[in-house]
């Protein structure tokens, strides 16, 4: 595991672009698999995820190639394989693969993922829906086991029980190459699932109803690649670079924004006061308002992103007074709190709400990464701070942020990510 050097009392300025969505990009990436041809992706962001979901296509004799934002994938000589650990259990959308396999092949070995530890994270809607179209599912030392019989996959008609990003994304990957319709119904509406669908349709999927809370799929035998598919900004990368211009900047340009994918968090923002100045696909934030205290509340899309309530909590330390945040999907995603307890931060969490204070002086020390979100509020935190803060378990947050070192030092920030034994990685 890396460590991330963070020296303190930097204030960002300057330009940041935005890179490809990590959540669309982790669905993307075993989607491909369903082809019949080679595909390939552009603005594909430099994470840690697609790397090691490159690795998991490289055992299933998948070849993948990446270079500087471009992914071509080449699933033409592909073979069905057990993927039962290893890469599998560094990420969370290796569950993916339990989907597209099962589209695939009428079959699929899997292990359980890994991922962010944000609380319990069950997987029983993803095992409805495939139940559903006809599966047989068998869950056994850590390893889920999906098979059809010789009539493959039946479209079939799914309520599920919740709204679930992954049970939706798996379901449809599923789905897309069953005999006959599926309508699933109270799906998950976020951005990453219409990109998603939008791709798959460029190879002659038929889905109807991504982004509406009922999807319609009428399957195919053959999906083919046309085109390059270029994948969606980041909105929770977004979200990042925006709160911390907010609490610490001095004039900070966002640039490849879809505005209308951050309106609940835009809106949040300018209810305590912050200045955005808010064009086409891009916003500028000068910095230095005078912020008050609010209420967050996380919810499915279109509500506020439970990704960016700890991104947000050093711009609710810049308010004068006290906020609060209620995480209704992950009430247990806490890891950032005793760790800015541990730089002086006011803040506490109690029966499901946090409470976030003003921060009156912060200190930077050693803190742990406890999972991606956790990981880089503590980076915004140490920026504020005096002194330096080192962040352990740094991999956390290379998990999901593109060229977060380039990035900040693009800002005027000094930053740097080294070994255990201390070398320098970037
Ligand atoms: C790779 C990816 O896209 N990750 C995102 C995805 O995670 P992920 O797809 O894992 O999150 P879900 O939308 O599935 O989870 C939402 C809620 O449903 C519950 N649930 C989910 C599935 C299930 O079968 N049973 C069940 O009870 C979960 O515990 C959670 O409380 O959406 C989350 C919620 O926006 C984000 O935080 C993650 O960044
Ligand atoms: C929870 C997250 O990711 P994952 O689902 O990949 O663990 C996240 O991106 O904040």
């Known amino acids: 595991?890396?460590?991330?050097?963070?020296?303190?009392?930097?204030?960002l300025a300057g330009e940041?672009?935005?890179?490809?969505?990590?959540?669309?990009?982790?669905?993307?990436i075993p989607a491909s698999i369903l082809a019949d041809t080679p595909v390939e992706f552009d603005s594909v962001p430099d994470i840690l995820?697609?790397?090691n979901l490159m690795l998991i296509l490289k055992s299933m004799h998948v070849d993948s190639f990446y270079n500087r934002g471009k992914l071509t994938v080449d699933p033409t000589k592909i073979e069905s394989t057990?993927?039962?650990?290893?890469?599998?259990?560094?990420?969370?959308?290796?569950?993916?693969?339990?989907?597209?396999?099962?589209g695939k092949f009428g079959e699929a070995v899997v292990g359980f993922p890994g991922g962010d530890n944000i609380g319990p994270r069950p997987i029983d809607q993803h095992i409805k829906g495939f139940k559903a179209l006809g599966a047989k599912v068998v869950e056994k030392n850590d390893t889920v086991y999906i098979t059809t019989g010789p009539e493959g996959l039946q479209g079939a008609r799914i309520f599920f029980d919740l709204v679930s990003v992954g049970a939706t994304i798996n379901v449809l990957l599923a789905a897309v190459k069953a005999k006959g319709t599926t309508i699933m119904e109270n799906v998950a509406r976020e951005p990453e699932i219409v990109d998603l669908a939008t791709f798959l349709n460029n190879m002659g999927a038929k889905i109807r109803g991504?982004?509406?809370d009922v999807i319609r799929v009428q399957g195919v035998d053959s999906l083919r690649a046309q085109n390059v598919h270029t994948i969606i900004p980041d909105r929770i990368e977004a979200g990042t670079y925006l709160s911390f211009a907010a609490a610490n900047g001095n004039g900070v340009l966002v640039k490849n924004v879809i505005t209308e994918h951050l309106d609940p968090f835009i809106a949040k923002m300018q209810e305590m006061g912050v200045t955005l100045e808010i064009d086409e696909d891009k916003i500028y934030v000068p910095g230095g308002d005078l912020l008050a205290p609010v209420?967050?509340?996380?919810?499915?899309?279109?509500?506020?992103?439970?990704?960016?309530?700890?991104?947000?909590?050093?711009l609710l330390m810049k308010a004068k007074g006290s906020s609060t945040i209620i995480d209704t999907l992950y009430p247990e995603r806490t890891?950032?709190?005793?760790?800015?307890q541990k730089m002086g931060a006011k803040i506490a969490s109690k029966d499901g709400v946090i409470t976030v204070g003003h921060?009156?002086?912060?200190?930077?020390?050693?803190?742990?990464a406890g999972e991606i979100r956790a990981g880089v509020s503590l980076l915004g935190l140490a920026l504020m701070a005096e002194g330096t803060t080192t962040i352990t378990k740094a991999d956390n947050i290379l998990r999901g942020y593109d060229r977060i070192v380039e990035k900040f030092r693009g800002l005027s920030v000094d930053l740097k990510v080294i070994t255990e034994s201390d070398e320098l990685v970037f």
Do not use: W
Request: charged share 15%; no cysteine; proline share 8%.
């Open 49 to 51: 995820d697609v790397h």
């Open 82 to 102: 057990p993927l039962p650990g290893g890469a599998i259990r560094s990420l969370r959308a290796s569950y993916y693969f339990m989907g597209a396999l099962l």
């Open 335 to 340: 890891k950032h709190i005793p760790e800015m």
């Open 16 to 28: 940041v672009t935005i890179g490809g969505a990590k959540n669309s990009t982790v669905a993307l």
């Open 1 to 11: 595991m890396k460590k991330m050097i963070v020296k303190g009392s930097q204030k």
């Open 295 to 314: 209420s967050v509340k996380t919810a499915p899309f279109p509500g506020l992103a439970t990704d960016l309530q700890q991104p947000l909590t050093p």
């Open 210 to 212: 991504a982004g509406t």
């Open 359 to 368: 921060a009156q002086q912060l200190v930077g020390t050693t803190v742990e």
